[in-house]
């Protein structure tokens, strides 16, 4: 019975880290489609959206030196999703091997 409760009690613990990785991805990703919509940065929620994102992608966002704003944007903030993604993913791989 240990055993088992142990089990799922990891397999919740990796589903909840993969969940988070797919949240904070899809933060990510929300930013770049509204930055290349040219969203109303007066708008709450972008607001808001932005400002995660930022702090998100605050190692990665000016990584790149691209002459084009929109590439700089796409490059930064869309590697932190797939780092956050892929890291997210692998933890959560790890979790439910044990």
Do not use: G, K, M, T
């Given at each position: 019975m240990s055993a088992n409760r142990h089990y799922r009690g990891t397999?919740?613990?990796?589903r909840t880290v993969a969940i988070v990785a797919d949240a904070l991805a899809v933060i990510l990703g929300l930013w770049i489609l509204m930055y290349l919509l040219d969203a109303n940065r007066g708008n709450?929620?972008?607001?808001?959206?932005?400002?995660?994102?930022?702090?998100l992608a605050g190692w990665s966002h000016d990584l790149f030196t691209f002459d084009a704003a929109w590439a700089r944007v796409v490059a930064g903030y869309g590697l932190?999703?797939?780092?956050?993604l892929f890291v997210g993913h692998a933890v959560a791989n790890r979790l439910r091997r044990y």
């Open positions: 397999n919740e613990a990796a709450d929620l972008v607001q808001v959206v932005h400002d995660v994102s930022a702090w932190a999703a797939i780092v956050y």
